[in-house]
């Protein structure tokens, strides 16, 4: 088992990037399907599987980097990479984009009838959205991708 255990390894630490792929997508697909033809439950086992790319990369960074890993990757994670604009820019596009698809429907006389919940709805609703689908990914595809070679152009 030994040698076994050697060889994959070896495969990891010469491509990260693939293996971390090929290991995300086997679990998260090895959790969605079953979800998807209904032999389990949907609720929590989904968010499980959303959260596969963030513990894969955790796991791959402790073996392949080691205790520093860790705290490099903690220091990129709060590392601001652009201007405050950009971040403000990214959290108002989804908004605007709804607001100006509504504007489109309703200026040619169609008419919507929007309910909008009360804005601490609103922040508690992005702020779940963040947590249970965002953070499972970030980790995982942001920064491992980030270790291999960029991709031929």
Request: glycine letters at 12%.
């Amino acid at each position: 088992m030994a040698r076994r255990t050697d060889r994959i390894e070896t495969v990891v630490r010469e491509r990260p990037v693939p293996a971390f792929v090929c290991v995300t997508v086997l679990i998260t697909w090895g959790i969605w399907w079953p979800v998807a033809f209904g032999l389990v439950k949907a609720r929590p086992i989904e968010k499980i599987g959303g959260f596969a790319p963030t513990i894969v990369g955790l796991v791959l960074t402790a073996v392949l980097t080691g205790e520093q890993g860790l705290r490099d990757l903690g220091t990129r994670l709060v590392d601001w990479r652009a201007g405050l604009g950009w971040y403000l820019l990214v959290l108002a596009f989804s908004p605007m984009l709804l607001l100006l698809a509504v504007g489109g429907y309703r200026s040619p006389g169609g008419s919507l009838a929007l309910s909008i919940p009360d804005p601490p709805i609103l922040v508690i609703g992005f702020v779940y959205v963040l947590v249970t689908s965002v953070a499972g990914e970030e980790v995982g595809w942001r920064d491992q991708i980030e270790w291999g070679d960029p991709p031929p152009v």
